[in-house]
């Protein structure tokens, strides 16, 4: 139940083009979900969050999608180009608790 | 802009060695983590940190982890005797307060032989 779980594993999207990468939750006791980013050698860096309060939230060309009735929230990178190229995770918490629980993560390339 | 800092960026050990990976988190957070991440695998969650003590961790987490702020701007992780299935990536972050954002460093690779 503590589990999210992330696809695909890997994308390949052409430049200029929409990413998007799934995520699905069983316990409804998440309440925070952010986004991370992260390069090879490096860690992970905090790209977008959303709380279940909202349904969407836009940051330049990254959008949170979230439907709390179906569990599931996603990203989506409009106009992707290969600088996006990473591996992303998706990530839950619940208020009070310190843990973030990672998806399984989802390797994006963006060909040129 | 202010970030976390992790030392060394990779360690090699023997197998039933005590390894300590070094931490500095930003300055003004409160909260402190550890979390690992297994070679293709998700990252996952060891021990959370705040007032000088162990606020949460996981299953992971054993007898033979332990964390300690021994001042006030390190944070450590301490894994008395390691195993090969120690190997991996380990992550420090920090956060302002428990409801924040945590900011990850670049990692410590710890190899263990």
């Known amino acids: 139940q503590q589990q999210v779980k992330q696809s695909p594993q890997s994308l390949i999207v052409q430049k200029g083009g929409i990413s998007i990468i799934n995520c699905a939750y069983e316990?409804?006791?998440?309440?925070?979900f952010p986004w991370y980013q992260q390069f090879p050698g490096k860690g992970p860096a905090l790209l977008i969050a959303i709380r279940p309060d909202v349904s969407e939230k836009k940051e330049g060309r990254f959008t949170i999608s979230f439907n709390k009735s179906a569990k599931q929230f996603s990203l989506h990178i409009m106009d992707s180009q290969p600088g996006d190229s990473a591996t992303y995770f998706c990530a839950a918490n619940t208020q009070g608790a310190q843990k973030l629980v990672f998806g399984q993560g989802t390797r994006l390339t963006i060909n040129p | 802009e202010p970030e976390v800092t992790q030392t060394p960026s990779h360690q090699v050990t023997q197998m039933g060695q005590e390894v300590i990976l070094r931490c500095v988190p930003i300055?003004?957070?409160?909260?402190f983590y550890w979390y690992r991440q297994i070679l293709g695998q998700k990252v996952e969650f060891l021990v959370s940190?705040?007032?000088?003590?162990?606020?949460?961790k996981s299953e992971i987490f054993d007898d033979q982890f332990s964390v300690e702020r021994p001042d006030g701007s390190n944070f450590t992780l301490k894994i008395r005797s390691t195993k090969l299935e120690d190997s991996a990536m380990y992550f420090c972050?920090?956060?302002?307060?428990?409801?924040?954002?945590?900011?990850f460093g670049p990692g410590t690779r710890l190899t263990v032989l």
């Open positions: 940190f705040y007032n000088n003590e162990i606020s949460e």
């Open positions: 972050a920090s956060s302002v307060v428990r409801e924040n954002e945590q900011f």
């Open positions: 300055s003004n957070h409160l909260y």
């Open positions: 316990n409804t006791a998440f309440d925070y």
